[in-house]
Nanobody, 123 residues
């Protein structure tokens, strides 16, 4: 079992920045690829970014490339999502997720999920 707890969400003006954190506990954190997803009201959960176990390989969705950066610190059992140049379309509940092995952009391939943190971007 892996327990995930997100933090760092909040209300920010368009053009601003936030850094989300996801603290993991349980089994060996470094054995898991980590992903960030988001879900806006009335929409399906969508992929944002993912990172492999070592942090050496990352990927982001087209909608966040150049603005969001995923990273991890295996000594702190934490994965981060640095979000810059936020716009109102980024408003959503953001979730972190973990899966053993290689990263994935598919929701159904992740075994463990956090409870989510709300990000609201005002225009």
């Amino acid at each position: 079992q892996v327990q995930l707890v997100e933090s760092g969400g909040g209300l920010v003006q368009a053009g601003g920045s936030l850094r989300l954190s996801c603290a993991a506990s349980g089994r060996t954190f470094s054995a898991y690829a980590m992903g960030w997803f988001r879900q806006a009201p009335g929409k399906e959960r969508e992929f944002v970014a993912a990172i492999n176990w070592s942090g050496g390989n990352t990927v982001g969705s087209d909608s966040v490339k150049g603005r969001f950066t995923i990273s991890r610190d295996n000594t702190k059992n934490t994965v981060y999502l640095q979000m810059n140049s936020l716009n109102p379309e980024d408003t959503a509940v953001y979730y972190c997720a973990a899966r053993p092995g290689r990263w994935s952009r598919w929701v159904h391939e992740y075994s463990y999920w956090g409870q989510g943190t709300q990000v609201t971007v005002s225009s």
